[in-house]
């Protein structure tokens, strides 16, 4: 059962990804930021449908970030509602599921050539930058639990839901994987 309220930690951490969606520290985000930060990482990578990226963001702009809610698409969903909303969201009972249906995208971009596999290769050029070489290698190496060298949709699933719902192992690679948490 989760607990009522979520750990300063984890709070650091979900801090992280919406610095990602608000590099200009307004202290919201709306949905076109979403996509104009993922619109800008999909031009480094030429095989991968916008659109089918930019609908799985804003499913998860929908059903993580705001609940389920219907928000107009200028809605500024502010830090501490992200908070609260995605506490609510990874308690769901079917948060594994979201987390399944989120991740196949994520997945896809990265295994560009559906080999069913993302190589160290593959990872590292997706998550060094954000992370730092010596974190993303980290949270690869642990992520690779059969030791075959490469990461399956499955292990990968694994590890985004470990990140969303773990609130205290501040040393796990997978907690690394936006890079380094400041104090508050």
Partial sequence: M???NYTEFWARKMK??????DPEKKGYITLQAM?????????????????????QHERAWRVLYNCGQEVPPDHQLTE?????????????????????LMSREVFDQMDLEHKGYITKAEFLKLNAKRAGEENALA??????????GMVEFDELVRSKCFYYTDVSDE???FNLIHGPLEKD
Avoid at 35 to 55: A, M, R, W
Avoid at 80 to 95: A, C, D, G, I
Avoid at 139 to 148: G, P, S
């Fill in 139 to 148: 949270a690869f190496n642990k992520m690779d639990v059969n030791l075959n």
């Fill in 16 to 21: 992280k990804v919406f610095c990602v969606f």
């Fill in 2 to 4: 989760a607990q009522q």
């Fill in 35 to 55: 996509y104009d930060t993922y619109g800008q990482f999909i031009e480094s990578y030429p095989k991968v449908q916008k659109d089918k990226i930019l609908k």
């Fill in 80 to 100: 501490e509602q992200y908070l609260k909303n995605m506490w609510v969201s990874v308690n769901k009972p079917n948060f594994i599921d979201e987390a399944k």
């Fill in 171 to 173: 040393k796990h690679p």
